[in-house]
Nanobody, 126 residues
């Protein structure tokens, strides 16, 4: 079965960096787009970033553009989210997700994603 396992979260100070990883198994990882979402307490899940199957196309929510970078290593079945210049408002549980429609480009619509990880907590103190 498909499994997505996030790691790399933690407690950091504003301005610090973190790199999240999402290791995938049970699917032909290199065929599919991947996305990152986050959910802060009391808020709805929010799109953060997405990357197409090859890594050649990425898409970000405006609030993280220039600070976050999404990449992937298809040899390792892993997608990454490099987060720089972190702000307290980035505090959330971060989830990776897999879109198992190979013909679709990157999407910010959470309903288009078929599998989700369990999430990793990122806390940014001011």
């Amino acid at each position: 079965q498909v499994q997505l396992v996030e790691s790399g979260g933690g407690l950091v100070q504003a301005g610090d960096s973190l790199r999240l990883s999402c290791a995938a198994s049970g699917l032909t990882f290199s065929r599919y787009a991947m996305g990152w979402f986050r959910q802060a307490p009391g808020k709805e899940r929010e799109f953060v970033a997405a990357i197409n199957w090859s890594g050649g196309n990425t898409y970000y929510v405006d609030s993280v553009k220039g600070r976050f970078t999404c990449s992937r290593d298809n040899r390792k079945n892993t997608v990454y989210l490099q987060m720089n210049s972190l702000k307290p408002e980035d505090t959330a549980v971060y989830y990776c997700a897999a879109d198992l429609q190979p013909a679709r480009g990157v999407t910010r619509d959470s309903h288009e994603y078929d599998y989700w990880g369990q999430g990793t907590q990122v806390t940014v103190s001011s």
